[in-house]
């Protein structure tokens, strides 16, 4: 038996699910709304408006009291009445995670199967369209090729070229330095990574940490935030000189779904102009040089 009526916890999920011509019939509040006629079943903990240190101090204060930051309204799941939900379990700041879920399930009046993507590598990304695939009946094997295809352009093209140290600050405030799949799309982007190990999650770091590994460029892309979002939060501070930053519109990085092979191309464009198109400027923008970081 295949689903058909599928609720998607997540935005990862989401976008797999439309990647393959499949609209769910639930999603999260932080998933995009397509005025598709979708229920939004979640909703968040965390107050509007804040900037991102007091995000951080939140969302830590939270983590400390083992309180979950999202809520999944139980009621109207179980008038949905899917017969698959979709969620992930590689990070509970990011989405909602299984302890939530599982607490959404125990309310229901029926069993409701669960499937959780937890990739954390770019490889990863085929696996988890092909259990999505498998999950609604169909042969992905199509799509995959394709995002293989694509990826591996990008390899072909920036292949041998002298490889610049890059670091994706994926939050300002504190900075943390972007873990999971990032540094693999760097890689296939003809970059060094700074930072963690692929599939690691993202660490803490000190500027003058990031300062000390000295970087070719930075790349910025606040988890959740818009290109004119990470632009707006940028704006004033005090960043290390480096050769070259980049803002960045962190759909196409955050979150491992087929978007993450726009983000390899986007990362190709910037740092191999000669060898790739650049990318739109609603995906990316240089910011200008500033003064040394004190």
Known sequence: MTASRVVSLVPSATEILRFLGVEPVGISHCCENLDTGAAVLTSSIVPDGLGQGEIDRFVSAAASAGESLYRVNEALLERLRPDL???????????????????????LSRSVPTLFLNGTRLDDLYADIASVGEAIGRDVSGEIAGLRERVGKVR???GG???????????LDPPFLAGHWVPDM????????????????SPRATWDEIVAARPDVLLFSFCGYSLDEALADLQGCELPEVAAMHALDAQYF????????RGIEIM?????????????????????SVAAHG
Do not use: Y
């Open 85 to 107: 939900v979709i969620t992930q379990g590689v990070c509970d700041v990011c989405a909602v995670g299984a302890g939530e879920v599982e607490r959404a399930n125990a309310c």
């Open 156 to 158: 072909a093209a920036v």
């Open 161 to 171: 070229r002298p490889a610049p140290h890059v670091a994706v600050v994926e939050w």
């Open 186 to 201: 760097l890689g296939a982007a003809g970059a060094v990574p700074i930072g963690p190990a692929p599939g690691v999650p």
């Open 254 to 261: 955050c979150a491992l779904t087929p978007k993450i092979v």
């Open 268 to 288: 190709a464009g910037l740092l191999h102009p000669s060898l790739m198109p650049p990318p739109d400027a609603r995906e990316a923008a240089t910011l200008p």
